[in-house]
DNA sequence: CTATATGCAAAAAGTTTGCATCTCC
DNA sequence: GGAGATGCAAACTTTTTGCATATAG
């Protein structure tokens, strides 16, 4: 079995967002002696597959998570949990595609995360 | 005179966002020996009191620019030439918010970055 | 003199690359 | 035997920290 299923088995159970070095370590922690520059390339050849979403964390960590579709799609996560939902945000594409095209510009990207507190974290639940 | 001024003054001149490390390069071009560690502590102090907008570029480095205003808002960022538009997004707001409580979730914060090229940089223009 | 600001260099953290090995064909 | 996959360690890049000096009050 090649690492490219260790990678791809760790993402498919992980709960939200996974950084490189969480992979890694969570792969090891299943016993299998894979390396982090595995991690890392194969999460770069995904990434350029298209088959994983990449997003910055704030502190200049990139985290990776499967892509469940390959439509363009946002994220809702909890940030005490992990957890995090795909949307599908028509309203923000609409709008995105607005602002941008006023401002004249073209070929848009956009990158839309939504973090907070799901319910089940709620601190006055 | 001291080099929050300095950092400050080259944020004002820049088209657009600038990494630490050019904001280092500007100030130091300019004659004034500043340090790198001093630039980064400065940003750092800048960015928590909300004087400037932090961006993680695509390759994990942070760019930075100046608030125009303290309220909550967007970019409109052109990927060739990185000229960026500060936005101001209600569409956005109440999406997210509504998006978000749909699904239980409180405390709601949110990214929203809109990547383009500009006309002035489009291909085919 | 004490506190803050600053610079330099070393240290961290995250990521990429070089190179040898190992496997599959 | 050769191509691609993998692991380890070294290299790199960006950012942070330690520590000594300089400056202000």
Redesign the interface.
Known sequence: MSRRDDVHAALREAPGFLSAQDIYARIRSGGTPIGLATVYRLLQAMAAQGQVDVV?S?D?E?TYRLCRSTAHHHH?V??ACGRA?E?D?D??ER??QA??EE??????????????????C?PDD
């Open positions: 910055r704030g200049g990139a809702l909890c940030r939902e949307l945000a309203v923000v709008w995105a602002v941008a401002h004249g510009f073209t070929a848009v990207d956009h990158v839309v995360e939504i973090i907070g507190t799901c319910a089940r709620a």
